[in-house]
């Protein structure tokens, strides 16, 4: 898991702090397992409680009810998320580098923390309905919304640069998004089409291929197909 540069350089955490981060984690854990395998309203809070073997209280104490404690899982997915995507994102120095960072940064999310792109891409159909903001569903909304613009910023940026052809960079940059996070699913997703890994890394290579290739000035995608690169 990348290591997060502030929690790095803050003072330790008194031994209370520690055992109520260690409680809330543990509840989170076992929210994870339950929530995603046997579903949300299936769930109780004395499920969590056993699973995370803490006391039903802690659980009101820590996230107020089952509602906070599937809020709190989402928050912590999206935490991990924007922590992979940053790290692909500066690992470029080029706008079209970083484009492909970010894409790689989200697959190396999914392939280690399979249980949160499911939870991005799959929720549990009977999760809390309170979707509007500032709600779990309008929170994953906003996150994709802000990397699409992102991804689009860096597509305006390389056209410029003369590095991509000309194109409207915010259509493109949703077919992209959809695109990338399409392939990921029909492998990591609970309905997935029985892929192989080795079958899966084929596709994310053509995947790659395609969509780099789709976005070069015509004379140099057409000398990589006539070469054979």
């Given at each position: 898991?990348?290591?997060?540069?502030?929690?790095?350089?803050?003072?330790?955490?008194?031994?209370?702090?520690?055992?109520?981060?260690?409680?809330?984690?543990?509840?989170?854990?076992?929210?994870?397992?339950?929530?995603?395998?046997?579903?949300?309203?299936?769930?109780?809070?004395?499920d969590?409680?056993?699973?995370?073997?803490?006391?039903?209280?802690?659980?009101?104490?820590?996230?107020?009810?089952?509602d906070?404690?599937?809020?709190?899982?989402?928050?912590?997915?999206?935490?991990?998320?924007?922590?992979?995507?940053?790290?692909?994102?500066?690992?470029?120095?080029?706008?079209?580098?970083?484009?492909?960072?970010?894409?790689e940064?989200?697959?190396?999310?999914?392939?280690?923390?399979?249980?949160?792109?499911?939870?991005?891409?799959?929720?549990?159909?009977?999760?809390?309905?309170?979707?509007?903001?500032?709600?779990?569903?309008?929170?994953?909304?906003?996150?994709?919304?802000?990397?699409?613009?992102?991804?689009?910023?860096?597509?305006?940026?390389?056209?410029?640069?003369?590095?991509?052809?000309?194109?409207?960079?915010?259509?493109?940059?949703?077919?992209?998004?959809?695109?990338?996070?399409?392939?990921?699913?029909?492998?990591l997703?609970?309905?997935?089409?029985?892929?192989?890994?080795?079958?899966?890394?084929?596709?994310l290579?053509?995947?790659?291929?395609?969509?780099?290739?789709?976005?070069?000035?015509t004379?140099?995608?057409?000398?990589?197909?006539?070469?054979?690169?």
């Open positions: 898991m990348p290591r997060d540069p502030v929690s790095a350089a803050l003072p330790p955490a008194s031994r209370t702090e520690r055992r109520k981060a260690r409680t809330a984690s543990a509840i989170l854990d076992a929210a994870e397992r339950l929530f995603l395998g046997r579903g949300y309203t299936a769930t109780t809070i004395e969590l409680a056993e699973t995370a073997d803490v006391a039903v209280g802690s659980i009101y104490a820590h996230f107020g009810g089952k906070g404690v599937y809020a709190a899982l989402v928050d912590r997915a999206l935490d991990l998320d924007r922590r992979y995507s940053e790290e692909g994102f500066g690992g470029g120095e080029k706008p079209l580098e970083r484009l492909v960072g970010m894409g940064g989200y697959l190396r999310f999914a392939r280690e923390h399979p249980a949160y792109f499911r939870l991005f891409r799959f929720p549990p159909p009977d999760r809390p309905s309170a979707d509007e903001a500032p709600g779990p569903a309008a929170r994953i909304a906003e996150r994709i919304s802000d990397e699409v613009a992102r991804m689009a910023a860096l597509l305006r940026e390389a056209a410029e640069e003369g590095a991509i052809r000309p194109l409207d960079p915010e259509p493109m940059a949703r077919f992209m998004w959809a695109a990338w996070d399409g392939v990921i699913a029909a492998h997703g609970p309905a997935n089409m029985e892929i192989s890994d080795a079958e899966f890394e084929l596709m290579n053509q995947a790659r291929e395609s969509l780099v290739r789709g976005l070069l000035p004379s140099a995608s057409g000398r990589g197909r006539r070469t054979g690169r």
